[in-house]
């Protein structure tokens, strides 16, 4: 923590500016370069490596109590979007671990913070005792978020879902005794007993008791809003929100607002239906939470509030995933008491190192905006489903509505760097068999949606090429013949 204007040095700031440590990182990173760059193509198995593969796979199953979902085991190396698996065969990595690796594999710049973090005396800081690395990263995310929302004050911790229960409890207790929560039809929150209870997916809290009163909002429908228009469908919303308030008065703390929907189905409102929302919350003193972890960084704006222009409404916000520390920011109204928030850990000095460098890059001028780098590769994205379907319309027959009603008419959706698909109607089994036809072929890509189901990609777009969407497609081409064989 030197201010710039002093000269004085702590040994350990020492250590990392020593030119011999500096030297022995830069050629480390050389040497990442170097066998990074013959990742350049997909490609199956080495020779040799598939049987010690597969029994640990197996293995891994075991030890889990349940086979992977893919099976996926990385070999420590990539280049860009495609990553080197353990048995030496290499993919295109188009989920990036559901969203954490926006810069793909073997990043350089990412390689060299987690090597300087390495230095450090620790692997985790504490709330008790921690580094600097902890605070900068947190500064740079207020920073970025206060420059269209009133978020002042920010609390680390190490996932999304524990990000969301510091949130949660946040509400809480600036709205005691309120208890009850609302959400979105269709939403995600994750996976502690909370979440899972404030979650629209029945399987998730399986066995869980119900604890937490939750109600929950129909998300926006662009079908039902055509027919009805979009200011009768608003209104009716906003009805249907004002009749849980009355049922309960006074017992709601938080609306807990998912602006996109991510597991979902990559579903978009426009702003005025966000708008008349939090609106009512602020009416009838609810706070507005927004989880922004699925969202974060890699729509067409850094925050999926600044391209709805909500940042005044926001009391609460949550980030994870990319930005590989996760964090609740709130504003100083909803600064809690002492004891609410802590924790023995609040993360590794190299997540805190690497998330502020991502930070940084997110940054950089001409990535958002309707022009910007991200809308680009939607384009691209786009461009190529719809060839496909161009190519082979059976693989895309009309998307049916559920109970009159579809966020997803379309075969293409999302904004920037949530790109979904959507062929074979949406239909479970098909879809599912078409992402692992994706897997076997060589792209990774993960379903989402409710019903319709989608095929989703969250693709490292801090390092994609346009010139690779067309070699990513000429995979799932193939894939897509597999799966509806
Ligand atoms: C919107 C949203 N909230 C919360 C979570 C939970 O985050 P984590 O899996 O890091 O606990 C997720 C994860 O997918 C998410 O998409």
């Given at each position: 923590m030197t201010p710039a204007t002093q000269t004085a040095q702590t040994l350990g700031a020492a250590l990392r500016d020593n030119a011999t440590v500096r030297q022995a990182i830069e050629s480390i990173v050389g040497e990442v370069r170097t066998a990074s760059a013959e990742i350049t193509e997909i490609r199956g198995p080495r020779e040799g490596l598939s049987e010690g593969y597969n029994a640990f796979m197996a293995r891994v199953g075991d030890i889990r109590g349940r086979g992977l979902y893919y099976p996926y085991i990385g070999s420590g190396l990539g280049n860009g979007a495609l990553v080197e698996l353990a048995d030496g065969s290499v993919k295109w990595d188009m989920i990036g671990g559901i969203g954490v690796n926006?810069?793909?594999?073997?990043?350089p710049e990412l390689i060299e913070e987690s090597l300087i973090g390495g230095l450090?005396?620790?692997?985790k800081q504490g709330n008790l005792q921690s580094n600097d690395d902890a605070y900068r990263f947190a500064d740079k995310l207020l920073e970025l978020a206060g420059r269209n929302s009133s978020l002042k004050h920010c609390f680390l911790t190490t996932g999304g879902a524990l990000a969301n229960e510091n949130a949660l409890k946040i509400c809480y207790q600036k709205h005691r005794p309120a208890s009850r929560v609302i959400v979105f039809k269709d939403c995600f929150m994750g996976r502690t007993t909370a979440m899972a209870q404030l979650g629209d997916e029945a399987a998730y809290r399986?066995?869980?008791?119900?604890?937490v009163g939750v109600d929950y909002m129909p998300f926006y429908d662009e079908v039902a809003a055509e027919r009805m228009g979009q200011t009768q469908f608003i209104d009716m919303a906003v009805m249907h929100l004002e009749q849980l308030i009355e049922r309960y008065p006074?017992?709601?703390?938080v609306f807990c607002f998912e602006l996109i929907q991510g597991e979902g189905g990559f579903n978009l409102a426009p702003r005025e239906y966000h708008k008349a929302l939090m609106e009512c919350c602020k009416a009838n003193g609810i706070a507005v939470w927004d989880?922004?972890?699925?969202?974060?960084?890699?729509?067409?704006?850094?925050?999926a509030y600044e391209r709805l222009e909500?940042?005044?409404?926001?009391d609460v916000l949550t980030v994870a995933k990319m930005t590989q520390a996760s964090a609740t920011l709130f504003t100083e109204k909803y600064?809690?008491?002492?004891?609410?928030l802590s924790g023995?850990?609040?993360?590794?000095t190299v997540s805190f190192r690497v998330g502020r460098r991502i930070l940084e890059r997110l940054d950089e001028?001409?990535?958002?905006?309707?022009?910007?780098l991200h809308a680009r590769h939607h384009k691209l994205f786009a461009e190529q489903v719809r060839s496909l379907a161009a190519k082979h319309p059976e693989w895309f027959p009309p998307i049916p509505e559920i109970r009159g009603a579809?966020?997803?008419?379309?075969?293409v959706g999302g904004d920037g760097g949530m790109m979904r698909m959507t062929p074979f109607s949406g239909d479970k089994a098909t879809t599912i068999k078409a992402c692992k036809a994706c897997y076997d072929e060589g792209v990774i890509l993960f379903y989402c949606g409710h019903g319709p189901y989608h095929m989703r990609m969250l693709p490292p777009l801090g390092v994609?090429?346009?010139?690779d969407w067309p070699r990513v497609f000429e995979v799932v081409e193939r894939a897509f013949a597999k799966a509806s064989a």
């Open positions: 926006f810069f793909g594999h073997s990043d450090d005396d620790v692997v399986q066995g869980v008791p119900l604890t006074s017992q709601h703390a989880d922004e972890i699925q969202t974060f960084g890699r729509t067409t704006s850094m925050f909500l940042g005044e409404f926001i600064n809690p008491s002492p004891g609410l023995t850990f609040s993360g590794e001028p001409g990535r958002y905006g309707a022009d910007g579809t966020n997803a008419r379309d075969i994609m090429r346009d010139e």
